[in-house]
């Protein structure tokens, strides 16, 4: 079962920043928060990862809450080209002792950029 | 590098006939993992690799289903025999332990779409 709890959709106009909200009320104290893309007919892609601070690289940032029961992700000025399901993902990492090398995709949500 | 390489990118086969499903990793990653996404069920793993060894193929779906991985550079998964439900795409990715926490996070292929009639 997914540990994560995310809209099924949203609308966003391109130019403005897009605001992905995840909720992971469960989480344990190991768990790191990961967002992943898939673009329709591609391979699912990486975006960012975190544990508890903030964190921010080239293609969006991501936000978790104090209580790590939430976190956020934010593209800063959507384009059409960032039109895709998003998924959230808490996991142990593998390196530090995760017993499960691999993610769980829930059902995520679909984004679309509209001009 | 050229990414994850999966082959071929579309399969149409009749049912009861075998299906090889190819991916060629990332040099140097020493994970391989094996998806299938259909519209009911989403992404689901179905086996993963580590050192070319299988360490989890809890989510292959029957017997009829195999995955190998002879070395570090090339992978198999094979239906045999084929049927209709297993129509969906197949994803294969790849990772490296040190880089899933320094930001590389799995690479996946382009995928293979699989039509079993």
């Known amino acids: 079962d997914a540990k994560t709890t995310q809209p099924p959709s949203m609308d966003c106009a391109e130019g403005r920043a897009a605001n992905l909200p995840c909720n992971h009320s469960t989480i344990s104290g190991n768990e790191y928060v990961y967002w992943y893309r898939q673009i329709h007919s591609q391979g699912p892609q990486y975006i960012i990862h975190?544990?508890?601070n903030n964190e921010t690289n080239e293609m969006a940032s991501l936000i978790i809450t104090e209580d790590r029961k939430s976190s956020t992700l934010i593209l800063p000025h959507a384009t059409l080209r960032d039109t895709a399901v998003y998924y959230c993902?808490?996991?142990?990492?593998?390196?530090?002792?995760?017993?499960?090398?691999?993610?769980?995709f829930g059902k995520g949500t679909k984004l679309s950029v509209k001009p | 590098d050229a990414g994850v390489i999966q082959s071929p990118r579309h399969e149409v086969t009749e049912m009861g006939q075998e299906v090889t499903l190819r991916c060629k990793p990332i040099?140097?990653?020493?994970?391989l993992f094996w998806y299938r996404q259909t519209m009911m069920r989403g992404l689901e793993l179905l086996i993963y690799f580590n050192n070319n060894v299988p360490i989890d193929d809890s989510g292959m779906p029957e017997d009829r289903f195999s995955a190998k991985m002879p070395n570090a550079s090339f992978s198999t998964l094979k239906i045999q025999p084929s049927e209709p439900r297993d129509s969906a795409v197949y994803f294969c990715a790849s990772s490296f332990l040190s880089g899933v926490d320094r930001g590389y996070g799995y690479t996946f292929g382009s995928g293979t779409r699989l039509t079993v009639v």
């Open positions: 040099s140097g990653h020493d994970y």
């Open positions: 993902i808490v996991r142990v990492p593998m390196n530090y002792g995760g017993s499960q090398g691999n993610l769980i």
């Open positions: 975190g544990l508890k």
